[in-house]
Every structure is written in structure tokens, then in C-alpha cells.
């Protein structure tokens, strides 16, 4: 089955410093990355929608220029969490749409990374 | 704000019980729905998918729809402890769109 391929798995970082995250996907095209984000008891929350080649549409209230998402290639999508403060300590997690998908009438599903656990101290 | 509701719990259930996980959604033109289920620490693993109304089942679950009503729900058969976890219910607008997120249901099956 499909999957995608998220690093790090968790990561510690000092206040002020920048986090990259990568998701990979291994076996697919992925047209479509969603990235969420979800805080202890909470649900996911959306963060933003970034597809291939074009810049990524954040949700309201999340920070364009602090979360950055880049979508260089159809297997390959980046999240950089820059200047990173203890608030951002949540556990991010990255979703892909299959290419294969497009056109069809009916979503079967998208394909979640593993997640990472981000902590700033 | 298109709202996924669900109740937090926890729902206990005995061992061998059947568990009933429910889900309201408000936004009428939504095309699929899904239920994942997420251990601590861990993202969440697709159960089920429905996306036409009435039932349907996959082994010790069944996944049930009523447009009409806006709601949807997932039986666990046979509840076993390994089935103790967050249940969440997400809900598609469109093919291509992200998934809206329910808070998700806290399921404990004690032995």
C-alpha cells in the first residue's frame, strides 16, 4: 500500500532555532500534501494545503512566514518551523494524495506520515 | 466553520461487548467520511471509509451513514483491549480537499 515517509520521528530544539520536517512519499505520486497539527487531547488541525509546484494555502490563524512549506516535487514536501518557541511543541503530521486520485468522484482516503513530535525548550 | 462533532468520552465497554463510536457533521454537501483510529503518540491508521448511506461493514466493524441526518457512526463487534484507543471521524467535502477532523472518542475495552 501507499505509504509516506515522515523524519524526523521527534525532535528537541532550543528556542529561536528553525525545525525542518520532510515527508516522503515512497511508492506514489503525491499531488497533494496536507499538513496538520495536533496539541495533547486535541484533534488534527489543519494547517495548510500545498500542492506540486505551487505555494502552499495556509489555514486562518497559522503563520505563513513562520511554518514554511515547500512542495518541490511530487514525492518530496518540506515543513520548516522557523524561530520555533515553546507553543509550537505539538505533533506534526503530514497527508498525501495519490495523483492517481484526480478525477475521481469519490475520496477513498489519503495516506498519513508517521507524525513527528516536535518539543522546543 | 464546518464542525465535526463527537464525544469525547471515554467510552468503557467489557471485553467481547459490542462498542458504538457516533459522529454529527454540519456541513450538508460533504461527499466522504472516514474513521481512524490513533494510538497515543502514534498517527492515525484508516479503519473505514462510507461515503453512501446505510451500512457498511468490514470485518468486526461496520461503518453506518444517514445523509439526511448528518451523522455517522462505527460499530466495533467484539471489542477486544487492542481496540482501546482514540477513534477519530473526519469528514470529506470534496475529492481533493482536506479532511475535517472530529476532537475523536476515547474507546477503553477492559479485559
Known amino acids: 500500500g501507499a505509504v509516506v515517509s515522515q523524519h524526523p520521528s521527534w525532535v528537541i530544539c532550543k528556542s529561536g532555532t528553525s525545525v525542518k520536517i520532510e515527508c516522503r512519499s515512497l511508492?506514489?505520486?503525491?499531488?497533494?500534501m496536507f499538513w496538520y497539527r495536533q496539541f495533547p487531547k486535541q484533534s488534527l488541525m489543519l494547517m495548510a494545503t500545498s500542492n506540486e509546484g505551487s505555494k502552499a494555502t495556509y489555514e486562518q490563524g497559522v503563520e505563513k512566514d513562520k511554518f514554511l512549506i515547500n512542495h518541490a516535487s511530487l514525492t518530496l514536501s518540506t515543513l520548516t518551523v522557523t524561530s520555533a518557541h515553546p507553543e509550537d511543541s505539538s505533533f506534526y503530521i503530514c497527508?498525501?494524495?495519490?495523483?492517481?486520485?484526480?478525477?475521481?468522484?469519490?475520496?477513498?482516503?489519503?495516506?498519513f506520515g508517521s507524525g513527528t513530535r516536535l518539543t522546543v525548550v | 466553520q464546518k464542525e465535526v462533532e463527537q464525544n469525547s468520552g471515554p467510552l468503557s465497554v467489557p471485553e467481547g461487548a459490542i462498542a458504538s463510536l457516533n459522529c454529527t457533521y454540519s456541513?450538508?454537501?460533504?461527499?466522504?467520511f472516514f474513521w481512524y483510529r490513533q494510538y497515543s503518540g502514534k498517527s492515525p491508521e484508516l479503519i473505514m471509509f462510507?461515503?453512501?448511506?446505510g451500512d457498511k461493514e468490514d470485518g468486526r466493524f461496520t461503518a453506518q451513514l444517514n445523509k439526511a441526518s448528518q451523522y455517522v457512526s462505527l460499530l466495533i463487534r467484539d471489542s477486544q483491549p487492542s481496540d482501546s484507543a482514540t477513534y477519530l471521524c473526519a469528514v470529506n467535502p470534496w475529492p481533493g480537499y482536506a479532511l475535517n477532523f472530529g476532537k475523536g472518542t476515547s474507546l477503553l475495552v477492559t479485559p
Open positions: 456541513d450538508r454537501g460533504s461527499q466522504s
Open positions: 497527508s498525501a494524495r495519490d495523483r492517481r486520485d484526480r478525477g475521481r468522484a469519490i475520496n477513498y482516503g489519503y495516506t
Open positions: 462510507i461515503y453512501s448511506n
Open positions: 511508492d506514489f505520486q503525491a499531488t497533494t
